[in-house]
Nanobody, 124 residues
Framework: VQLQASGGGEVQAGGSLRLSCVLS????????MGWYRQVPGKQRELVAS?????????????DYSDSVKGRFTISEDEPNNMVFLQMTDLKPEDTAMYYC?????????????WGQGTQVTVSS
């Protein structure tokens, strides 16, 4: 199983970026896909995630950190196992290495996989 993230770069405050991540390999069932970020010396933190619904008529659960609500949007292309993060109104404090993750069902349990990270730098 591999996760390949792309789309990072350097932008000025107020700008936008779109991160992409593709999941490949021997995939059984995707439980959750998400984006995390980390700055040196700090713990990796959740940015946004999509938790797959186990019930047909109940939508997937989407979660955002408070710091990005209203500015970032997570979306996915399920048939192609891709997840995206549209980031708008970027701020210098959004500067970090961004990682995509996928929690997969691997009987008898589950396992979380991580991509290699893509750097986002926002200048003031």
């Amino acid at each position: 199983v591999q996760l390949q993230a792309s789309g990072g770069g350097e932008v000025q405050a107020g700008g936008s970026l779109r991160l992409s991540c593709v999941l490949s390999g021997n995939i059984f069932t995707v439980l959750q896909m998400g984006w995390y970020r980390q700055v040196p010396g700090k713990q990796r933190e959740l940015v946004a995630s999509i938790r797959k619904s186990e019930t047909l008529n109940i939508p997937d659960y989407v979660d955002y950190s408070d710091s990005v609500k209203g500015r970032f949007t997570i979306s996915e292309d399920e048939p192609n196992n891709m997840v995206f993060l549209q980031m708008t109104d970027l701020k210098p404090e959004d500067t970090a290495m961004y990682y995509c993750s996928a929690e997969l069902l691997l009987p008898p349990g589950q396992r979380t996989f991580w991509g290699q990270g893509t750097q986002v730098t926002v200048s003031s």
